[in-house]
């Protein structure tokens, strides 16, 4: 947890400089400010925060697959704490500034071979980024430019609208067994409470990935759009949620979810114990060997 806390503290005050843009040009706002890194590490995620509608762009922005390593998650949770405390913030829209990928997901290796220790300081910083974006009270839309497999899906399922890229050939879904490892419950909550509990079953029993279309069909995903339009369509689907009365929003909003978040809040450190002496079997250890080693193989 010490581990965790400095982390946390390294990166909400030097995890990024954000720099704001309005049609005025780049600006830096002094409440969304820490102190600059004190290291040349640079941001993961960049903040396009327009004051004239309220609306933040957050564009992750970590190569090659923008894959939820310790950093990323970290600093897409501070990301979100300080918009949400940014009183000129009502909305997030989150995508990938990468060409055909919006999130590979959790990054393979912060679980394969490395400590208990690492992997308990890595999965409360999943939970932590979970907790806060699916309980935001911001209105939360995914513009969905690329491939979202497993911890991506997850992101993308933990906001309140998915616009994706109208191509068949990116794909969306929690295909957790597909590595040998199970879905936590609170990632099968999440996707039961946006598609419905039979479609779950099928879908985590095996490892579906949607095609695009597919997603569309099973109420994955909201809407497809043409590539280019993804993130425009975001922004003005963002304007009618944002025409909602906020507060009135906001009180559904929590609802819909707060049962699903208390599950997981009253039983945090047991979820973490599941975790770590699950992903530190050496049957568990070998199969996500064996996937990262088919990742590579299907380079050649
Ligand atoms: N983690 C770490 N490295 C990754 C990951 C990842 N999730 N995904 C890709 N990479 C690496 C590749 O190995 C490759 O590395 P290298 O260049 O060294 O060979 C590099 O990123 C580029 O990958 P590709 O060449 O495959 O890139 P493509 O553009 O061809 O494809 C894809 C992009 C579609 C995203 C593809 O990389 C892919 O399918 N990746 C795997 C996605 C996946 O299965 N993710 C699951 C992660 S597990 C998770 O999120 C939930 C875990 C819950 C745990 C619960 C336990 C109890």
């Known amino acids: 947890m010490a581990n965790a806390l400095r982390r946390l503290s390294k990166c909400g005050v030097a995890g990024f400089l954000p720099q704001v843009f309005s049609r005025h040009g780049p600006r830096t706002l002094p409440h ?24 933040a762009v957050m564009r992750m922005q970590s190569p090659p697959v923008n894959s939820l390593n310790l950093d990323l998650l970290t600093e897409f949770t501070t990301t979100l704490e300080k918009l949400e405390m940014d009183k000129g913030c009502r909305g997030v829209i989150i995508t990938s500034s990468l060409p055909k ?7 393979i290796l912060e679980m394969y071979q ?25 209105t939360t839309i995914a513009a969905i430019n690329g491939s979202s497999p497993a911890g991506g899906c997850l992101l993308s399922i933990s906001c309140d609208y998915r616009v994706m890229a109208d191509n068949p050939r990116y794909s969306i879904g929690l295909n957790e067994t597909l590595l040998g490892i ?9 996707m039961a409470n946006t598609v419905g ?8 029993a095996l490892g579906r990935l949607y095609s695009a279309p597919e997603a569309l069909k099973i109420g994955l995903v909201d809407e497809l759009v043409p590539e280019d339009q993804v993130v425009t369509t975001a922004a003005q689907t963002m304007g009618k949620w944002l025409a909602i009365d906020e507060n009135a929003r906001q009180v559904t909003k929590a609802m819909m979810r707060k049962p699903t978040i208390d599950k997981l809040l009253s039983n945090r450190e047991a979820d973490v114990n599941n975790f770590v002496s699950f ?10 060997g064996m996937y990262l080693k088919m990742l590579k193989n299907r380079k050649g």
């Open 279 to 288: 992903i530190t079997q050496a049957s568990v250890q070998k199969s996500l």
């Open 197 to 204: 509990h039979r479609t779950t079953e099928l879908a985590l």
């Open 32 to 55: 969304l400010v820490c102190q600059q890194r004190n290291n040349s590490t640079s941001s993961k995620i960049k903040v396009d925060l327009d004051p004239s509608t309220g609306v």
């Open 182 to 190: 199970v879905a936590p419950y609170w990632f099968k909550d999440t």
């Open 114 to 138: 490395t400590s208990p220790e690492h992997c308990g300081e890595f999965w409360r910083a999943v939970q932590e980024m979970w907790l806060k974006l699916y309980g935001s009270k911001l």
């Open 101 to 107: 990928i919006f999130s590979a997901g959790l990054d």
